[in-house]
């Protein structure tokens, strides 16, 4: 079994909430362009540190855009083909989740146990990428991104909230951390 960091993507690898909004029924954080895909500062050098340190690296993200008719599956994978170009070799997954309970496009109209702080996509990459959860970590710029690794089983200390306000600021800031605990993986 091998250890993982699962990264939020908007606003912890890439710029999100800072984008002009999407034209509707996207909304303001909803990135629609993989044009406009820009790692934050640190990302790059941070999942390099934590390749290195032989951690899978997986991508989980809430995308209810596709449920409110603002992207299609298609389009999401776009953007996320668009980060991973920017992180060559360095994401072993993307997990996202396209429901939203209050969606307007069937299917995807609903709650989904995918959907943050639901756990799914991170159990269903322990199953299916063979995931030492007990040994994993999870940063995220959300509440919803924590309280989903510590609903999948990761410790709590171990789920990382990171921005301008908490104190651990950004990823760059959460390699440190993870690696400081865990060189080795």
């Not at 959860?133 to 200390?157: F, K, M, Q």
Request: net charge negative.
């Amino acid at each position: 079994m091998h250890p993982a960091v699962f990264l939020d993507r908007d606003d912890t690898l890439i710029e999100a909430n800072s984008l002009p909004s999407p034209p509707p029924p996207a909304a303001a954080g909803d990135l629609v362009d993989p044009a406009l895909v820009r790692l934050l500062p640190g990302a790059l050098e941070a999942c390099t540190r934590l390749h290195a340190a032989r951690f899978t690296l997986i991508i989980i993200s809430n995308q209810g855009v596709v449920a409110r008719g603002g992207l299609t599956i298609a389009g999401v994978e776009r953007v996320n083909d668009a980060v991973r170009a920017l992180l060559p070799g360095l994401i072993d997954a993307v997990y996202f989740c396209p429901y939203h309970p209050r969606g307007t496009v069937e299917p995807y109209a609903r709650e989904h146990p995918w959907r943050k702080p639901n756990p799914g996509m991170i159990l269903a990459a322990r199953d299916e990428l063979n995931i030492d959860l007990a040994r994993s970590w999870l940063v995220g710029d959300a509440a919803r991104d924590i309280e989903a690794g510590i609903a999948a089983g990761i410790a709590a200390n171990r789920c990382l909230r990171i921005g301008t306000d908490q104190p651990i600021p950004s990823l760059r800031a959460a390699t440190d951390t993870i690696l400081r605990q865990a060189p080795h993986g």
